[in-house]
């Protein structure tokens, strides 16, 4: 981190500039029924810029499933110095694929580790369609984050599978190119307490497996996440950490955090039942934090994050690791 800085919620952060955004930029993908549309933000200064690619949740909210949403947490990372790059996933409201008759309709999981990878694959493209981006971005320092099924796309690219005994296809989908994700809020395994309701319209959530989940990744979950149409076991949204391989986990426990952690979806998000800008900006502060000590050597601005919840009077969250 800079020697200038500031604060958010009271996490030290490097001071904002101001960025640019870019979309839609369109990917044309062999096979994807529609082209892969993109929202690139990014500082408008610096260089070797970190990447987040931010996968966004299944919700119904118009908009907010595509490269629309996450505001709150998008501009953000892009004003402390990350390249941001937003995909509208085939599940995306925006799209009306949902309801076909399309392989993995309604979720396109696998598609959606697919569409992380394409953007991977093609960061040169995507980096020379931007204007004032080129020969900016460090395309080795990769992190992914994602939000609800998003957070379930980013367990996969790190090496969760679904162990689905009915699909014959591939079940690792994993990319060593991420060197660290963040997954918030994802489903966890299909145990005895997964809903019937779940079971029934999003099967493949019955054969969630995180025992080959070796990437490095901070797992974000809230004491208040409690939904009954997926499982009546308030650690269901935590399972990615307490079930994937030691070593290199840490879980972030947010507390009295429902599924949108204050609004990370949007900007005045109507589906946000537990509406907290202060929880929103400790969250995009400690995400940030977190990626800058995971993609450059010696960063410690992770620890300083910590060690400020640690000495907070009432923490919003608390860590631990395994």
Do not use: C
């Amino acid at each position: 981190m800079s020697s200038a800085y500031s604060y958010s919620a009271g996490i030290p952060v490097s001071d904002p500039t101001p960025i640019v955004v870019f979309s839609p930029l369109a990917l044309e993908v062999p096979e994807r029924p529609v082209p892969l549309e993109l929202k690139v933000s990014a500082p408008v200064t610096g260089t070797d810029l970190p990447v987040i690619v931010l996968s966004h949740g299944h919700g119904g909210a118009n908009h907010l499933s595509s490269l629309r949403g996450y505001g709150p947490v998008a501009d953000f990372w892009a004003a402390h110095g990350f390249v941001v790059i937003q995909p509208t996933h085939l599940d995306s409201t925006v799209l009306g694929l949902r309801d076909t008759d399309l392989p993995d309709a309604p979720l396109f999981w696998r598609n959606r580790a697919a569409d992380i990878r394409t953007i991977i694959d093609r960061l040169a493209e995507i980096e020379a369609a931007v204007p004032g981006l080129g020969g900016r971005v460090d395309r080795e320092r990769i992190g992914a984050v994602g939000h609800s099924l998003g957070g379930h796309t980013v367990s996969l690219l790190l090496g969760m599978q679904v162990l689905d005994p009915s699909d014959d296809r591939e079940k690792d989908l994993s990319d060593p190119r991420i060197r660290a994700g963040v997954i918030i809020g994802a489903p966890g395994i299909g145990d005895e307490h997964l809903a019937e309701w779940a079971r029934t319209n999003y099967p493949m959530l019955g054969f969630n497996d995180f025992s080959s989940m070796t990437g490095t990744a901070l797992v974000i979950a809230g004491d208040k996440d409690l939904n009954l149409n997926f499982s009546d076991r308030l650690s269901y949204r935590s399972d990615a950490y307490t079930h994937s391989p030691a070593g290199n986990k840490t879980l972030l426990m947010f507390r009295d955090a429902e599924h949108i952690y204050g609004g990370v979806s949007g900007y005045d998000a109507a589906e946000t039942s537990d509406e907290s800008p202060e929880r929103v900006a400790a969250l995009r502060a400690l995400v940030w934090a977190y990626l800058r000590s995971q993609l450059f050597t010696g960063d410690a601005s992770w620890a300083n994050a910590v060690a400020t919840l640690e000495n907070a009077d009432a923490p919003l969250a608390t860590v631990e690791t395994r």
